[in-house]
């Protein structure tokens, strides 16, 4: 290229630079992503999973469970792009859970952002920060966008530092800034958070390992197709 007239380098270079930029993810992304080749969170045979045995199984794409007990990652992440389906039975209760600094006491060292059947009567009558969508405890989705029992829904979950971004069903319904969440009883908004929601949102670590809700509330709940895609 030394040999290219000095206008036509300079053009090449510019065009270089705006294909270049133009092909750089979007974070939060606006829509749901492309995550076909994104990489499987979890392998099939739960390898790379901490789960107990007996309780998860992957069946026919599905991961579900037949206790309350929970699917985490091995390994701890950072800033990143989740991208998964979740079907509800009916009365589920359920959630993905972020920023995990601590497995043997994760609801106040965590992030939880809910699943709910918010058609349950149970759950359609619950505080909005329990329904789905929202940050639990912390931030009721904008709206209700999901979907009847037996449907399969979409959430992508953006984790850039102290912020969240939640897609559901093509629909934004959620963000946070965990920075303004700095007491652990009383949300921004002047809600209360549940008592064991003991630690102040501000002060949680913004890596952890990732986790899913199994048969919580007598009602199983089934995920699919999770794909992630770390940001550098």
Excluded at 53 to 76: P, R, V
Excluded at 169 to 197: M, R
Excluded at 206 to 212: A, E, N, P, Q, V
Aim: net charge negative.
């Amino acid at each position: 290229m030394k040999n290219l007239p000095y206008p036509v380098l300079i053009l090449l270079v510019t065009i270089t630079l705006f294909v270049s930029c133009n092909n750089q993810p979007e974070y939060p992304p606006k829509d749901h992503p492309n995550s076909k080749s994104w990489p499987e969170l979890f392998s099939t045979d739960l390898s790379n999973a901490i789960f107990p045995e007996g309780i998860w199984s992957f069946e026919n794409g599905e991961f579900t469970a037949t206790e309350d007990q929970f699917l985490w990652t091995k390994k701890d992440y950072d800033n990143f792009v989740l991208d998964l389906e979740f079907k509800n039975a009916d009365g589920t209760n359920s959630g993905v859970v972020v920023y995990c600094s601590n497995l043997d006491d994760w609801i106040p060292n965590s992030v939880e952002v809910q699943i709910a059947d918010d058609f349950n009567e149970k759950w359609a009558n619950s505080p909005k920060s329990w329904q789905c969508g929202a940050i639990f405890g912390r931030k009721p989705a904008t709206h209700s966008a999901v979907k009847k029992p037996g449907e399969w829904n979409r959430y992508t979950i953006t984790c850039i530092d102290n912020m969240i971004y939640v897609l559901l069903n093509g629909e934004h319904v959620n963000e946070i800034d965990l920075s303004k969440f700095t007491d652990a009883k009383i949300n921004p908004d002047g809600s209360k958070a549940p008592s064991w929601l003991s630690n102040p949102p501000s002060e949680l670590p913004t890596h952890g390992k990732i986790g899913f809700q199994g048969k919580h509330a007598g009602a199983p709940v089934y995920f699919r197709n999770i794909r992630i895609m770390e940001i550098k």
